[in-house]
Every structure is written in C-alpha cells, then in structure tokens.
C-alpha cells in the first residue's frame, strides 16, 4: 500500500534533506523511523525533492509502501513518536500505487525570508540577517523578468548538470512586513540553488546598476555574486 505523507521540518541541525552516510538527514530520520514501525524492514522514502543544509520546510511531500497495513491515524501517531521534534508528520493518506512524490509534481512554492533591519540571534537559523536597506521597488520590477518560462542557467549550480536548464515561474511575491522582506516563487520546479541564486542576484541588483533581464539572457552564473545562505528559505507547499 503506498502513503503519501506531508511534513513539516527544522533544517537547522539536518545535513540536508538527502540520505547520506554517517549524517544526520530528514530522509534518513524518517526512514528509521519506518524502519521500526515495519518490523525491520528497509523502507525507502520518495520525496518532492531535496532540501539543501539548513533549509526548512513547511508542506514537505513525500510516499512510500507498507506491506503491512496501519491506520493511518496510528501511522501518523507513531511516526511522530519514532522521530525528532525537528519533524513533524502532518498529514498521511493513501494514494494510488502509481503515484510519485517527485514526478507528478504540477507546481512547487518557495518562500525566502530577509530580515533587513537590525541583527536578530533569535531569528539567525530561520531569516537571513541581511541588515542593511535593499530597494524593494527595484526587487519588485526586476523579479517579473524571472517570470515566465526561461532557461535559468545563470542561476543554477554548474556542478550539478542538466539535461534542460529550462523551468517556468508562475509568480513572484515581494512583500515587506515591518523589518522582514519575503519573496515568494511558484513555478513547475526549481534547478539546485536556484532560489538562492535568485535571491542572491536580486539582493546586487537591489543596490547596483546590473539588471535581472541581462543576468537570465547571460545564461552565466559568473554574472553575479553571492548565493544568498540557506536558513532564510522554505520549501512552503507542492501541488499535484
């Protein structure tokens, strides 16, 4: 029987999102988890996608099969308790055996918090301690030439190579609420470090003269600076 499960995670004191030897990671926690709940069996997790160290997410997808059947109730009861409070299961149900949790996704959202104002510790793992004035009209104007379907090769992690850098943006939020700047991106998927290498683009255009248009039409990460850091940025909802 396949599940389908929505979580929710802290990725301040995950190695990330993917499974990795000998490091603590989202998918390796609720696999053990798993793991106990089958009796000993080996039970492998498919999500929507990775999370990169330290990033966060609010409505996190992801299915698996059981040849042993729970109520979901229950399921969701002890995988809750066989795992970290730095995860919390939202929600299960159970989904047609052709499912994918990466596959079938239609649209995925983003969200990336900047906190513009005076230095917060309490808020340094979830919001990005920027701490300086940005020109939010100009973020504004220059994020809707990220809209669209584009080939994203300036923003995306050369390392990490692609058959198509292509993808397509739905919609941009910009809203700043007191100290606290949000951006928000809908699209059919994002390339790695792509969020953040937007983040970081719009930041330098913000306070220079270079332009997103120039940057995207490039196709060359090289056009700009930094990637902006993980721990202002959510993995907030996917949809199939």
Avoid: C, W
């Amino acid at each position: 029987m396949r599940y389908l499960i929505t979580f929710s995670y802290d990725g301040t004191n995950f190695s990330g999102y993917q499974k990795q030897p000998k490091l603590r990671t989202v998918q390796g926690e609720i696999e053990d988890a798993l793991k106990k709940i089958s009796g000993g069996l080996d039970i492998e997790i498919n999500s929507s996608g990775r999370t990169d160290r330290g990033v966060h997410a609010i409505n996190q997808k992801a299915h698996f099969d059981l040849y042993k059947k729970v109520a979901l109730h229950k399921l969701k009861m002890a995988l809750n308790t066989y795992t970290n409070k730095d995860i919390y299961i939202k929600d299960i149900k159970i989904v047609d055996n052709n499912f994918h949790a990466r596959y079938m996704v239609k649209k995925k959202e983003y969200i990336y918090k900047i906190n513009i104002g005076e230095y917060n510790p309490l808020d340094r793992n979830y919001i990005f301690q920027y701490n300086n004035k940005l020109n939010i009209i100009k973020i504004k104007k220059e994020s809707k030439y990220l809209i669209g379907t584009h080939d994203f090769s300036s923003f995306a992690n050369k390392e990490d190579k692609k058959e198509s850098y292509v993808r397509t943006i739905y919609k941009i939020y910009v809203k700043k609420n007191k100290d606290i700047l949000t951006i928000k991106f809908i699209g059919n998927g994002f390339l790695k470090y792509q969020v953040r290498n937007m983040i970081g683009a719009l930041i330098e255009v913000s306070n220079t003269n270079k332009s997103i248009k120039d940057i995207l039409n490039q196709k060359n990460r090289k056009t700009f600076g930094k990637i902006a850091p993980p721990e202002g940025l959510y993995l907030s909802n996917v949809e199939y």
